[in-house]
């Protein structure tokens, strides 16, 4: 018989997927329903998150402490994707649970739920159908719908096409559980207001540190209040000893703008695979290793708080530099790109998603002191 998950890594599992069902990985669900009571002890104390575990799937709610626009949908392309997936969970409410329903019925009723402000929605518009389709394939990969008869992505190129499609319990699954009664609210504002306040006033430093940790690559110390950044300055190696204690493949480092948990290899390329042979990612470590290599030579000296100010040409610049000097190894898609600005732009996406640098206004951007954790030199070819 093979031994439970152990308690690490069913955190780690919670805090990676959206949810776990248990027909796609049933030892992983079978071990977190058997530790439930530890897990959600854990999750209640250390981040004030709700732990779900259902009959038939396990879910962590997690709140950031703040939000960012890459903690939205990867998957979505286009704003519209929103509206449409906000529209189909409140046609799924009134349809229910396991109902069949055709393709264009959807479309139809959607015409009613959209918000005016979403403006006209017009099928014959092929953005507005990928748009759908994006919503649509989200809600099937993630079981909340499920395809009896042809296939959602035809509608991308045909708007008659035809798809008999069925709801599943999942559905009711997919907003988020707030310790807090947020059914009243009516508009954006006063949800967003509701969940700020809930986040300040309901949580300790301590709880939205730890979201910021595990959640994030990076936790920038020139967002923490005073209260945050004396609780961090007072309690960090108490809460190191902590993690390092109940993970065994994580510890926490700091530095003077920043502060992150590192994982080990094995786990960083197992909960993120595409990392080693993306493109974008490689050039953006190689840009921050310029970087670096400028700080350590006296070229480029950071302020107090370890931050690197510069121009975005500066940046750009940089980035022509590791073009030069790297071009050789980099794959063929992306030497084809068409211009170097328009490859710097990815990277600098990249770069603004890992916290490593921050747009701060007037053509001018933060470059962190995290740019001197991370190497950019080319791996050993196995033989």
């Known amino acids: 018989m093979n031994e439970i998950i152990p308690f690490q890594d069913c955190v780690r599992a919670l805090f990676d997927r959206y949810w776990i069902r248990q027909a796609d990985d049933p030892e992983m669900f079978y071990a977190i329903k058997k530790q439930e ?23 962590l709610e997690k709140i950031p402490f703040i939000a960012r626009p890459s903690m939205g949908i990867l998957e979505f392309e286009r704003e519209q994707s929103y509206v449409f997936f906000a529209c189909l969970l409140a046609y799924f409410e009134d349809k229910g649970e396991d109902q069949q329903f055709l393709l264009q019925d959807a479309c139809e009723a959607i015409l ?5 402000e979403a403006g006209a929605i017009k099928w014959e518009d092929k953005s507005t159908r990928k748009a759908f389709v994006e919503a649509l394939r989200f809600c099937r990969d993630q079981h909340i ?56 006033e309901a949580t300790t430093p301590k709880q939205r540190i730890m979201r910021t940790w595990f959640l994030e690559s990076a936790l920038r110390h020139e967002e923490l209040t005073p209260q945050e950044r004396e609780a961090l300055d007072c309690e960090i190696e108490s809460w190191q ?27 960083y390329g197992h909960y993120y695979p595409y990392v080693r042979y993306n493109q974008t ?21 950071p302020d107090l708080y370890g931050r690197i100010r510069m121009h975005e040409r500066e940046a750009f610049q940089i980035f022509l530099t590791v073009k030069e000097k790297f071009h050789y190894g980099w794959n063929k898609d992306f030497t084809l790109i068409k211009s170097s600005e328009a490859a710097w732009k990815m990277v600098f996406e990249v770069l603004e998603q890992f916290s490593i640098v921050r747009s701060i ?3 001018q951007i933060y470059c962190y002191d995290l740019a001197g954790r991370i190497t950019g030199e080319y791996l050993e070819e196995e033989n």
């Open 361 to 363: 206004g007037d053509k």
């Open 37 to 59: 009571g530890d897990l959600e002890a854990y999750f209640r104390t250390q981040f004030r998150y709700h732990l779900i575990v259902d009959g038939t799937f396990a879910k």
């Open 241 to 267: 000893a902590e993690i390092e204690s109940q993970f065994d493949f994580m510890h926490v480092e700091r530095y003077k703008s920043m502060s992150m948990i590192v994982h080990s290899e094995y786990h």
């Open 145 to 200: 719908i499920e395809e009896i008869d042809q296939q959602i992505e035809g509608f991308r190129d045909q708007a008659d096409h035809e798809v008999l499609l069925q709801t599943t319990s999942m559905f009711r699954r997919v907003l988020t559980l707030y310790f807090s009664d947020l059914s009243k609210l009516q508009t954006i504002e006063e949800f967003e207001c509701a969940v700020q306040k809930e986040i300040e």
């Open 281 to 301: 990612m490689n050039a953006s470590i190689q840009w921050a290793t310029e970087v670096f290599d400028k700080v350590r030579s006296g070229e480029i000296i």
């Open 112 to 116: 009613n739920y959209a918000p005016k």
